[in-house]
């Protein structure tokens, strides 16, 4: 779950969210369209909102609004991706049709594998400021990869 901030009040000094846009991602993802590194588009929108508060709080709020939009074209993906793989499954005989059955354990076991590896990388940072935009980058990074990922395996793209 993210952490929303709509106020944060510390030492009598006010601090308002970062203005967040997906547009960048958005357009980014349309210039690399299917032959491009679309991977290289994960992070550009937080990346802007960034340059508007690069504080510990506003670097963890730009990047857990872009993980939460990859979030939803992750979840987009792989429901697509199921749809494609049932098909496929459905014109193959016993014990070939295991398309559909193959991407769910697949799905469930990068979830275990991205918690693992977002969880190491906070780590080190020791306990640090760093520790949340960290984790939040990590996230946001592995869940557009497998957005991606799952959206090609869906569409063919």
Same mark, same amino acid.
């Given at each position: 779950?993210? %952490?929303?901030? +709509?106020?944060?009040?510390?030492? @009598? ?5 970062? =203005? /967040?846009d997906?547009?960048p991602?958005?357009? &980014?993802?349309?210039? +690399?369209?299917?032959?491009g590194?679309?991977? =290289?588009c $994960? @992070?550009?929108?937080?990346? $802007? &909102?960034m ?6 709080? #506003?670097?963890? /709020?730009c990047?857990?609004?872009?993980q939460?939009w990859?979030?939803?074209e ?10 494609a +793989?049932?098909v496929?499954d459905a014109e193959?005989?016993? %014990?070939l049709n ?10 469930? =076991?990068?979830? *275990?594998?991205r918690?693992?590896r977002?969880?190491w990388? =906070?780590?080190q940072w020791? @306990?640090?400021?760093?520790?949340? %935009?960290?984790f *939040?980058? &990590?996230?946001?990074?592995?869940? #557009?990869r497998? *957005? ?5 395996? !869906?569409? !063919?793209?």
């Amino acid at each position: 779950m993210k %952490p929303r901030y +709509a106020l944060l009040l510390t030492a @009598g000094a006010a601090w308002a969210e970062p =203005a /967040f846009d997906i547009q960048p991602t958005l357009d &980014c993802l349309e210039a +690399a369209g299917h032959e491009g590194d679309r991977e =290289a588009c $994960v @992070g550009v929108a937080a990346g $802007v &909102c960034m340059e508007a508060d690069y504080s510990t709080a #506003g670097m963890s /709020f730009c990047l857990y609004e872009e993980q939460a939009w990859w979030d939803a074209e992750l979840n987009a993906a792989y429901k697509e991706a199921r749809a494609a +793989a049932k098909v496929a499954d459905a014109e193959l005989p016993e %014990p070939l049709n295991v398309q559909e059955a193959g991407l769910r354990d697949m799905q469930r =076991a990068w979830i *275990a594998f991205r918690d693992a590896r977002c969880a190491w990388e =906070a780590a080190q940072w020791q @306990g640090g400021t760093g520790q949340g %935009p960290a984790f *939040a980058g &990590c996230l946001m990074q592995e869940t #557009g990869r497998q *957005a991606i990922t799952l959206r090609i395996m !869906g569409l !063919g793209q």
